[in-house]
């Protein structure tokens, strides 16, 4: 998860819990929640030293307020610099993080109401965060959590995959592949799962098992005109970085991407990125080709995908078929 995303998906957490306001806090804890609420204005506007200080009143005022402690260590943990990392202020800021977090998940142990749910959860995934390679740096603490939030939840394949990530971090590459597949067995009918698996050898250089997981993908997802770009994009990218591959092998990934971007374009024959790398895929083709006439019916399709292509983006930035992209 990016810092961006992981942001954003706090503060919509933020606006969703403060616009619920759970029955059994707003009738007897009318002060607390007007504390948290406040907090949490602070908190969108990135003042974490006053939603901290929010935070706490909330939690004075009512200790059983769950959301609060999640919302506190996530103030500390926003105010956490990388650039400043061993710093004892500033690695101070990580360390408060995980006690609140530890506490948010004890709190709301047991609960039902889906935004205390979803709110454990991310309590869970910020704590096995702050003890990753990125910050403190921790395994021995955030596997034994990660196991925790497997545990809790046994449907959920991002659980493994936090875990897969994880192991990878650490350079245990067997276990990671392991956690990986966990997810994909959970949910062989969902795409994602076989895309972060994808994601995974893509970072390991294993291109036959990359691959493999990206046909996967798109099998679980014919109807979908990117799982097929996908293909052809990575297959591009394989011959066009690896300068070992042997011609006969490049030539045959070559045309699996010709191949997959049909796919693409017979689903979606507007699609702006198809269109531009069945051009790539062409010129390179051409590139294996012997014979100079058939180099040259090659490079003359090419072009004519290529002007195709900047048809489609025309349409596009004048509206015609805006959007019209992938699905």
């Not at 990016?2 to 919509?12: D, E, G, I, K």
């Not at 949490?40 to 935070?55: C, F, L, S, V």
């Not at 959920?156 to 956690?179: F, I, M, T, V």
Request: hydrophobic share 35%; with cysteine.
């Amino acid at each position: 998860m990016s810092l961006r995303v992981a942001r954003l998906t706090v503060v919509v957490l933020a606006l969703a819990i403060a616009g619920a306001a759970c029955g059994r806090y707003s009738i007897n804890n009318i002060r607390s929640l007007k504390a948290f609420q406040d907090a949490n204005k602070h908190y969108m506007k990135t003042d974490y030293p006053a939603a901290i200080e929010g935070y706490k009143d909330a939690i004075r005022l009512n200790p059983d307020l769950g959301f609060a402690y999640f919302f506190l260590g996530n103030s500390y943990d926003q105010m956490y610099k990388p650039t400043k990392k061993g710093d004892p202020t500033n690695d101070g800021y990580l360390v408060e993080a995980t006690k609140q977090y530890e506490i948010a998940i004890a709190k709301l142990a047991g609960a039902t109401n889906p935004k205390e749910v979803e709110c454990r959860k991310r309590a869970f995934e910020y704590l096995i965060n702050a003890y990753g390679a990125d910050k403190l740096n921790d395994f021995s603490k955030a596997e034994p959590i990660a196991r925790q939030l497997i545990e809790s939840d046994q449907s959920d394949p991002s659980n493994h995959q936090l875990l897969g990530k994880l192991y990878e971090d650490l350079g245990r590459y067997e276990e990671a592949e392991a956690e990986y597949r966990k997810a994909v067995d959970l949910r062989p009918n969902e795409g994602l799962a076989y895309m972060v698996l994808a994601g995974y050898y893509h970072r390991r250089g294993e291109n036959q098992k990359m691959m493999a997981a990206w046909h996967d993908r798109a099998k679980v997802e014919p109807n979908n005109p990117e799982a097929f770009h996908t293909i052809a994009s990575y297959y591009w990218d394989w011959v066009f970085k690896d300068k070992r591959l042997p011609r006969a092998d490049a030539l045959s990934n070559v045309m699996k991407g010709l191949a997959a971007e049909n796919e693409a374009l017979k689903l979606n024959p507007d699609y702006f990125e198809a269109a531009s790398y069945k051009n790539l895929l062409l010129r390179q083709q051409a590139l294996y080709e012997r014979d100079p006439a058939k180099r040259k019916e090659l490079t003359d399709e090419a072009d004519i995908w290529y002007k195709r292509a900047i048809e489609i983006q025309k349409k596009q930035n004048t509206g015609g078929d805006a959007g019209k992209k992938g699905k």
